[in-house]
């Protein structure tokens, strides 16, 4: 009877690994690698607009129109569309397993002490850095 249920205990552990931590991770490649494909599909869908540097050739904000053939514009059209419905289900993605997901980084992260980000962060900022001027031209 003990061997009966030390393998149903351990059945049950494995499936709610599987489940409630494997899945996510699945589920975050699986669409890493859709999103991956889509935009070495599209990579060479011509923009609709040039923008126009200044005069120290920073982006201005003023852009030009491009001429694009009907079948190039249909082709923008279809690559925007796939990448929006991409990002969106990236977005639902985050938001549904956010909360999930950092609580089991918690759980693993309570054996290792790491400092907070916003120290690390702070830290990098406020670092002694020698600063040499750039040559002119």
Known sequence: MGTVAWSFAAAVIGWL???????????????????????VQFSNVSPRWKEIPD???????????????????????EAENVLRDLASQLRAFALSFSGTIRSR?????????????????????????????????
């Not at 690994?17 to 935009?39: A, K, N, Q």
């Not at 920073?58 to 514009?73: D, K, M, Q, W």
């Not at 992260?109 to 002119?136: D, G, H, N, Q, W």
Request: glycine letters at 6%.
């Open 17 to 39: 690994t599987l489940e409630f931590v494997g899945r996510p991770f699945r589920r975050f490649y699986d669409l890493r690698g859709e999103i991956i494909s889509r935009l």
């Open 55 to 77: 005069d120290v050739g920073a982006v201005s904000g003023n852009r030009e129109e491009l001429p694009l053939s009907e079948e190039a514009i249909e082709r923008l059209h």
């Open 105 to 137: 980084l918690a759980v693993v992260f309570l054996a290792y002490p790491t400092p907070s980000i916003p120290m690390a962060v702070e830290e990098t900022f406020t670092e002694k850095r020698s600063l040499k001027p750039c040559a002119s031209t």
